[in-house]
């Protein structure tokens, strides 16, 4: 545990002192830019479901935390949840920009996750996801927000907390909520698809 701790320290300070050259470097800029592209891409992708937008606004979240690094001030949260607070923003003037309402495509997530599975496990989940998919649409954009980002993302609620700009209890108690509604909701849907219908 104490050198698990250790190399997160030493990884941190290396990381503060990139992201500190960086405001004048370009060239650490790219290194930091390598380092995290990926996961904000995923995360841009999840909240638009489309690649070519998610491509050009997870440009758009680099490019600004580029420009704006120099104010860049690091307050004991990590690098990482600047840059997706930064993309947070950037999804949500895209949405405001656009009209659009605020739908996480996570078809594609599921498509994923079974195809990862064993196929007797597909056959079985497929029309519990699907239902699963329809609820989780209907939650509010935040916790959607939340599922992206401890599911996709497999992050922690201290981390999500520094994402979101909520303090870990608030995330504890969001994510409760959130779970508590999916499974009312699910409930729900699953007693009306059980009634019988009349003729």
């Known amino acids: 545990m104490i050198e698990k701790n250790a190399a997160h320290e030493a990884g941190t300070q290396k990381e503060s002192l990139l992201v500190e050259q960086a405001r004048s470097d370009p060239a650490a800029f790219g290194l930091l830019y ?100 329809k609820v989780i649409r209907q939650l509010p954009a935040d916790r959607q927000q939340l599922l992206i980002l401890k599911f996709v993302e497999g992050m922690s609620n201290e981390a999500i907390g520094q994402v979101m700009g909520r303090s870990e209890g608030a995330i504890k108690s969001l994510y409760h909520r959130t779970l508590l509604a999916l499974r009312k909701k699910m409930t729900s849907q699953s007693q009306r698809s059980q009634k019988p219908r009349r003729r």
């Open 34 to 133: 390598e380092k995290y592209v990926q996961k904000i891409y995923n995360y841009v992708y999840y909240r638009t479901g489309n690649h070519h937008d998610a491509e050009d606004l997870t440009a758009k979240t680099f490019h600004r935390a580029m420009k704006h690094i120099p104010r860049y001030e690091q307050r004991g949260v990590p690098f990482s949840a600047w840059l997706y607070r930064i993309a947070h923003n950037v999804v949500a003037n895209w949405y405001r920009d656009r009209s659009r309402r605020k739908v996480i495509a996570l078809d594609e997530l599921v498509l994923y996750q079974q195809w990862r599975q064993s196929p007797e496990g597909l056959v079985e989940e497929t029309e519990e996801k699907g239902e699963l998919l």
